[in-house]
């Protein structure tokens, strides 16, 4: 099954992920086995709603939170894929 390389950003995530009370940002690139480019985009996005460091009380969630896949690329099977986990995060608006 070909292998794809998802480069991800978060906007209008709660500033409570990062300490501070300014929306947030992300970065994040995961590696996923999938039929397509298609399918690699909703089993990331799958990821991420499971992912605990995007976790925060009802109380801090946004409803205009958003995920951007900025590139979805396929690439070699023997490609590292560790630690297919983490973040960069940014306060928006600055």
């Known amino acids: 099954m070909p ?3 998802c480069f991800i950003r978060g906007d209008n995530f709660p ?13 994040t690139t995961r590696f996923v086995d999938a039929a397509s480019a298609e399918e690699a ?4 996005v799958e990821l991420l709603r499971n992912d605990p460091d995007l ?5 801090y969630r946004t409803k205009d ?3 951007y896949f900025e590139n979805i ?3 070699p099977a023997e490609t590292e894929r560790r630690p297919n986990k983490g ?6 608006g600055t």
């Open 3 to 5: 292998v794809f390389r």
């Open 15 to 27: 500033g409570k992920l990062i300490g501070c009370k300014q929306p947030a940002g992300f970065y």
């Open 41 to 44: 985009e909703m089993l990331v």
């Open 55 to 59: 976790d925060v009380a009802p109380k």
């Open 65 to 67: 939170a958003k995920v």
């Open 73 to 75: 690329d396929e690439v």
């Open 87 to 92: 973040f960069t995060f940014f306060p928006m």
